[in-house]
């Protein structure tokens, strides 16, 4: 009823303590805890004909590292964040979460550079092994996590070739500018129909 057409919520990750932005915006350090909350938060956004997004995938409250600011750098084994941080990322995928959005962390004993850019990350575990359907966003490509990639255009490019559907840029119109300016239009049939199912459909 305000013309709200997309909620970039609920977040997923785990308040481990230790991140300076994740912080109290995680519902708990508990997957289960998080899990129950998530599932409540969706299905009241769903009451109000609105679509979820779960982030940071795969987890971003591990680290210490804002970022906005910086690359965060997750150095824990994979089988450590599969075990604990991923818990309701698989759980919310199971339940057909519509959209999810990445965390422009590097976690190193999986790949060497950011989840939102990585094909590792987002065509092997998210699409081929957790099978999952929906859209796929970026985080804010004008972030400091994302410029160790390149420049906006670089920065979009790789999202694009890692799987992410749809590429935020945020407070940075001349960015905006350019990088339309700089990408081809090419039809992605897939990407369009995932985005399409976020629409708003009258509340219930």
Not at 115 to 135: D, E, V
């Amino acid at each position: 009823s305000f013309g709200i057409d997309l909620c970039f919520a609920p977040v997923l990750d785990r308040d481990c303590g230790v991140s300076t932005v994740i912080g109290d915006r995680a519902f708990s350090a508990d997957p289960q805890i998080i899990i129950k909350l998530a599932r409540a938060f969706r299905a009241g956004l769903n009451a109000a004909g609105l679509k979820a997004t779960g982030k940071h995938f795969p987890g971003h409250g591990a680290v210490a590292a804002d970022s906005h600011l910086e690359l965060p750098i997750d150095r824990r084994p994979f089988a450590d964040i599969e075990q604990k941080d991923l818990v309701p990322f698989k759980a919310l995928i199971d339940d057909g979460i519509e959209s999810l959005m990445l965390a422009h962390v590097r976690y190193s004993a999986f790949d060497d550079i950011p989840a939102s850019f990585s094909r590792k990350w987002i065509r092997g575990l998210l699409r081929s092994q957790y099978k999952y359907n929906g859209a796929v966003f970026c985080d804010d490509l004008c972030m400091k996590g994302a410029v160790v990639i390149g420049d906006i255009v670089q920065r979009a490019q790789v999202a694009l070739h890692a799987g992410c559907d749809m590429l935020p840029v945020c407070n940075e119109r001349g960015e905006v500018v350019k990088l339309l300016d700089a990408l081809p239009v090419k039809e992605r049939r897939l990407a369009s129909a995932r985005l399409k199912a976020l629409y708003r459909k009258p509340a219930t």
